[in-house]
């Protein structure tokens, strides 16, 4: 595709990973941006911006065809940071889209905007949204952000709810959560060609027995995984999980044990 194409959060692990990949599978016009240059080859369209400066956010934008917002504190931080980088930057980011017309935004989503249902409870793209996080709510935010801009202003969107992606599952968590690099840049690659997307929410996870996740719809939009956390042995907790039982029982895991005050029974 020519196209062009922005990915934001290019010097970070995930956006890096994908303004590689999809260079890989075809895409001829595409353009990193970051509040940091890092792990970006000479050879690659590359712009500094920080996400929180509305006017770069508008001129950055132009003419451009499709985002991929992956620029994010992708962890759980303090709800001032949250706010400012997460929340603020992908509103800017959105109005910008909506000003200069962008056609689609695929946003990286995540289990932590799920991560307070239980590890027992089977999710689809049309269940309720419970946030185990400052983070998982500004990810909660987005798939909302999304919505409204798709249904008022007709810039169409993605919201992948990406489990877990790392080049190798490392532990029991991960046999519901992997995905690996190239099936996450496969469903991007549905999210900016796939010709009748308006609002889609699907699940960023590889094809694993023991998902918490029905992702028909996904499936529906043509995605194929072609791998599984099936195939590797794994059998131990992670660190963390380890020594916090509560994580256990919800999906999002530590991410729901931090800075808990509440009462566990109370979380259905
Ligand atoms: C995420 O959203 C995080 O960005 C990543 O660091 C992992 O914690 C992942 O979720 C996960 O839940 O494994």
């Known amino acids: ?34 509040l940091r240059r890092k ?39 303090t709800q001032q940071n949250i706010l400012h980088n ?8 959105f109005e910008a889209a909506r000003i200069n017309k962008v056609k689609r935004i695929i946003f990286a ?24 996080s400052h983070y998982g709510l500004s990810k909660a935010f987005g798939e909302d952000l999304s919505r409204l801009y798709a249904d008022k202003f007709s810039v169409k969107s993605m919201c992948i709810r990406i489990g877990s992606c790392l080049k190798i ?5 991960h046999l519901s959560t992997w995905i690996s690099y190239e099936d996450l840049t ?8 796939h010709k009748s997307i308006h609002h889609e929410i699907v699940y960023g996870a590889s094809k694993n027995k023991k998902s918490w996740w029905n992702n028909s719809r996904a499936y529906k939009l043509g995605y194929k995984p072609k791998d599984s956390v099936d195939l590797f042995k794994i059998n131990s907790l992670s660190k963390n999980e380890h020594k916090d039982k509560m994580a256990l ?13 509440g009462n566990i029974k109370d979380i259905k």
Not at 86 to 93: K, S
Not at 186 to 193: A, E, H
Not at 249 to 261: I, P
């Open 86 to 93: 997460n929340i603020i930057g992908t509103y800017n980011l």
């Open 1 to 34: 595709m020519n196209k062009k194409i922005l990915v934001t959060g290019a010097s970070g692990h995930l956006g890096g990973m994908l303004f590689n990949s999809l260079e890989k599978i075809g895409y001829t016009n595409l353009i990193g941006t970051d």
């Open 169 to 173: 599952p490392e532990d029991r968590r």
């Open 186 to 193: 496969q469903l991007v690659d549905i999210g900016i060609k």
């Open 109 to 132: 989503s995540s289990n932590h905007a799920i991560g307070f249902h239980r590890r027992t409870t089977r999710l689809n793209e049309t269940s309720t949204q419970r946030p185990d």
């Open 249 to 261: 029982l919800f999906q999002g895991g530590v991410f729901t044990t931090a800075n808990f005050k």
């Open 39 to 77: 792990n970006i080859k000479k050879n690659q369209k590359f712009i500094l911006v920080n996400l929180k400066n509305f006017k770069s956010t508008v001129k950055m934008t132009k003419d451009v065809y499709a985002i991929v917002h992956f620029g994010a504190i992708p962890i759980e931080d």
